[in-house]
């Protein structure tokens, strides 16, 4: 790690620096490429924002789809692509910033701005929040028919590396059935719920690259622990048929945990 400057892309599978034009023929002609985000970084974001760049250059025309966003607000996103909105801060309105999301706007600014560029498009990938607490509450088969209103069909089940993954990124216990099962139970729901959020922004991927006039490539914004290690929405993705999928993640001297053999295609090294 410290003979990779920060600034630069890390080969998580043998820790060797690789350089931008590698990396962006790595890429190819992949039509998903998910870029893990830690929400309140400012210099991850900041790197997200490059790396859209680096794609509309390479490809010509990009959507950038948004954990952030939920999809029934994709006419604000259109009308800021469009210039029928101008004011930020109107758009923050008409998007119910601090209702959906609540991180500091400033995170995203620079992403969102990109949305003015010719060849970007902005796409929204959540559902709503209230079907995610229902299917934590009572499992997805209760919520059918609201996750159908929204989009979103049933989830891919869950590897055992994905569930071991999100005990080990939240303190959840995985108990035993046997000998716990309330905790076993509970742990069961939360899985399904996260799985919902995996599902929404596979569906909305799906649905964007499929419709008339697609772009070649959508760049998604969205937590890394929805996709390292090909867990979370690239397993949802390729249930629904998209296996040309690309996971990017970052990394620093606090924080090295994408450096791992099978995490990502690349790693960025990147210091507060």
Same mark, same amino acid.
Do not use: K
């Given at each position: 790690?410290?003979?990779?400057?920060?600034?630069?892309?890390?080969?998580?599978?043998?820790?060797?620096?690789?350089?931008?034009?590698?990396?962006?023929?790595?890429?190819?002609?992949?039509?998903?490429?998910?870029?893990?985000?830690? !929400?309140?970084?400012?210099?991850? !974001?900041?790197?997200?924002? !490059?790396?859209?760049?680096?794609?509309?250059?390479?490809?010509?025309?990009?959507?950038?789809?948004?954990?952030?966003?939920?999809?029934?607000?994709?006419?604000?996103?259109?009308?800021?692509?469009?210039?029928?909105?101008?004011?930020?801060?109107?758009?923050?309105?008409?998007?119910?910033?601090?209702?959906?999301?609540?991180?500091?706007?400033?995170?995203?600014?620079?992403?969102?701005?990109?949305?003015?560029?010719?060849?970007?498009?902005?796409?929204?990938?959540?559902?709503?929040?209230?079907?995610?607490?229902?299917?934590?509450?009572?499992?997805?088969?209760?919520?059918?028919?609201?996750?159908?209103?929204?989009?979103?069909?049933?989830?891919?089940?869950?590897?055992?590396?994905?569930?071991?993954?999100?005990?080990?990124?939240?303190?959840?216990?995985?108990?035993?059935?046997?000998?716990?099962?309330?905790?076993?139970?509970?742990?069961?729901?939360?899985?399904?719920?996260?799985?919902?959020?995996?599902?929404?922004?596979?569906?909305?991927?799906?649905?964007?690259?499929?419709?008339?006039?697609?772009?070649?490539?959508?760049?998604?914004?969205?937590?890394?622990?929805?996709?390292?290690?090909?867990?979370?929405?690239?397993?949802?993705?390729?249930?629904?048929?998209? !296996?040309?999928?690309?996971?990017?993640?970052?990394?620093?001297?606090?924080?090295?945990?994408?450096?791992?053999?099978?995490?990502?295609?690349?790693?960025?090294?990147?210091?507060?």
């Amino acid at each position: 790690m410290t003979a990779c400057p920060a600034g630069t892309w890390i080969d998580p599978d043998d820790n060797m620096v690789i350089t931008e034009a590698a990396l962006v023929a790595r890429l190819g002609d992949v039509r998903v490429v998910l870029a893990g985000e830690r !929400h309140d970084v400012m210099a991850i !974001h900041l790197w997200q924002a !490059h790396l859209a760049r680096l794609l509309l250059a390479a490809r010509g025309r990009i959507a950038i789809g948004f954990e952030m966003f939920p999809r029934d607000v994709q006419p604000v996103l259109d009308d800021w692509c469009a210039g029928r909105i101008v004011d930020e801060a109107a758009f923050l309105d008409a998007v119910g910033w601090s209702q959906i999301w609540g991180f500091d706007p400033a995170l995203y600014l620079p992403l969102i701005r990109l949305g003015r560029l010719d060849g970007v498009s902005l796409l929204g990938l959540n559902c709503r929040r209230d079907l995610v607490r229902r299917v934590g509450r009572e499992g997805f088969d209760a919520a059918a028919a609201m996750a159908a209103e929204d989009g979103v069909s049933r989830p891919a089940p869950a590897s055992a590396a994905y569930r071991r993954q999100l005990a080990a990124m939240t303190g959840r216990a995985m108990a035993d059935p046997a000998v716990d099962p309330e905790s076993a139970r509970r742990f069961d729901r939360f899985v399904a719920a996260q799985q919902v959020w995996d599902r929404a922004f596979a569906c909305n991927i799906a649905g964007a690259l499929g419709a008339p006039g697609a772009p070649p490539v959508v760049l998604g914004i969205i937590g890394r622990g929805h996709m390292s290690f090909g867990n979370g929405t690239p397993h949802q993705l390729a249930d629904l048929g998209i !296996h040309d999928t690309a996971v990017l993640l970052t990394a620093s001297l606090e924080d090295r945990g994408a450096l791992t053999s099978g995490s990502a295609m690349a790693v960025w090294r990147f210091d507060h």
